[in-house]
């Protein structure tokens, strides 16, 4: 058996093939525009969720390939969202991943419009590709629900709110299922609707989205307090005083509620033909960080 | 015969309620987004766009009621645009339509999310309401094409791009068929797409779309140069210096263009089966500014 790494490493390998094809330049008028939707779609990261909707392609059965367009929309969104979300308006980063953050290249503008385009043209890219009007319907739908004011967008208003006050478990936990959660679930069930797997299947997509999320949520904030900046590549501590899972419950329980979120997370997988990869893929998210 | 002022008053009453009933307050926790998404879509407007699309709708011969789910996409997607058009890092504007801009209400990072939120949401909408999954679809790829990096936000970037230089005519006219013409576009090809209207429709939807799309701007320039903002409600002589039609043309060969793309928007209703409400739009766009 093919040992998770690999597997993404390969997956990856064609996933960002595809991903350099979206903006050529063609000698367009508005190239800048490409330019500076490229360099952050561009910029790395470990894609966690088009490997997720790759994932649960294969897991209902199909061929990886049938879930192109919608890998392609989740990592755009995902990348609009770290572009608003490093503006001065918001969190005002100057560096994402080691680089100069999209607005510190090309101005706060032209990297508003950068996100702007990439978070339109998601749409585009669903409905264009080889998915029936059915599949690429269903997607958007998905997508734009786990995205929108219900998902993400209200999770970062959420989020927004909730910085000056110190928030009850729930408000925690309502944040990160909209910020974080919502993309995850979307990536995970846009699989299996390409796929064309079941309603019981799409559920427990949803289901293992939700635990994966949060134990991606609370390793995370476990990491930022006890990992090594020079490991992890990013810097940490940066939480203090922030309303975190470590915060409000101790390291001890949130290691153990790692475990647990990983296991009903897996639990989920009993609809699916095959369960390897995503089985490991939780498990490695108790151990480390992605 | 009903006059245009009629119907298009008519028209609204219904759009307006559907309008209100996107975003009501269920006690959500982000609710203060539902605010913010509010202030700006329900802030007036002669909602040209959704007029177009229940037009078309009914030029095909369907009821409007088919539409619905366009016209609200439609508008929110327009009204994404002047949130974010407004914020400090694009146009910095204080006031629209005589009331404060969503970031002076809100703050810019909630400003910035409420665009977002409309502009995800209005894909939701599209996708949720009563259109066949094919129409839906076929929707989604007209607004995206016509709304991102291709359209609307690729003529803002060059819009940008063409503020601290001389425009060629070509280079004007490529940046109001994207910016301001995308959007008109889209309008009217989801009308007909809502109907169930032919290919040959489809493409007469456009055609009337880029002539009264373009007539508009020209007529927007000219009343920049003469208008009485008393009358217009709002300020005149703003586009002093700026790469606008009247510059390059002078405001007797603008008149002129404005009768010669009106009549060309008209003649590309031939297609359609009724004719008259769309054809007096047109020749309104002659004589005054929406």
């Given at each position: 058996?093919?040992?998770?790494?690999?597997?993404?490493?390969?997956?990856?390998?064609?996933?960002?093939?595809?991903?350099?094809?979206?903006?050529?330049?063609?000698?367009?008028?508005?190239?800048?525009?490409?330019?500076?939707?490229?360099?952050?779609?561009?910029?790395?990261?470990?894609?966690?969720?088009?490997?997720?909707?790759?994932?649960?392609?294969?897991?209902?059965?199909?061929?990886?390939?049938?879930?192109?367009?919608?890998a392609l929309a989740i990592?755009?969104?995902?990348?609009?969202?770290?572009?608003?979300?490093?503006?001065?308006?918001?969190?005002?980063?100057?560096?994402?991943?080691?680089?100069?953050?999209?607005?510190?290249?090309?101005?706060?503008?032209?990297?508003?419009?950068?996100?702007?385009?990439l978070l339109t043209d998601a749409f585009r890219v669903l409905t264009s590709?080889?998915?029936?009007?059915?599949?690429?319907?269903?997607?958007?739908?998905?997508l734009s629900q786990n995205a929108g004011p219900w998902g993400m967008v209200g999770g970062q208003v959420l989020d927004i709110l909730s910085e000056s006050r110190t928030c009850t478990r729930q408000e925690v936990l309502d944040v990160q299922s909209r910020k974080t959660g919502g993309l995850i679930r979307a990536a995970c069930q846009m699989g299996v609707i390409c796929a064309g797997g079941?309603?019981?299947?799409?559920r427990a997509a949803g289901t293992y989205a939700d635990h994966l999320g949060l134990a991606f949520q609370i390793r995370d904030d476990i990491l930022d307090q006890t990992g090594d900046a020079a490991l992890l590549g990013k810097a940490v501590g940066v939480d203090e005083g922030k309303n975190t899972f470590v915060r409000l419950y101790g390291l001890e329980a949130c290691e153990a509620m790692v475990l647990e979120q990983t296991e009903l997370a897996i639990n989920a997988l009993a609809a699916f033909r095959t369960q390897e990869v995503l089985t490991e893929l939780a498990r490695n998210m108790a151990v480390r960080n992605h």
């Open positions: 058996m093919k040992t998770l790494h690999d597997t993404w490493q390969q997956v990856n390998l064609r996933f960002e093939a595809l991903l350099k094809e979206l903006y050529l330049d063609h000698g367009e008028p508005q190239a800048l525009l490409f330019e500076a939707m490229n360099y952050s779609l561009l910029a790395g990261g470990k894609r966690l969720r088009p490997f997720l909707t790759y994932s649960f392609c294969q897991a209902v059965g199909a061929d990886a390939a049938r879930a192109d367009s919608a990592e755009m969104i995902h990348t609009y969202s770290l572009i608003h979300d490093d503006l001065p308006c918001m969190d005002n980063d100057d560096y994402r991943r080691g680089k100069l953050t999209n607005h510190k290249v090309y101005g706060e503008g032209i990297a508003a419009l950068a996100g702007d385009g590709g080889s998915l029936d009007a059915a599949k690429a319907c269903a997607c958007v739908r998905v079941s309603d019981e299947m799409l």
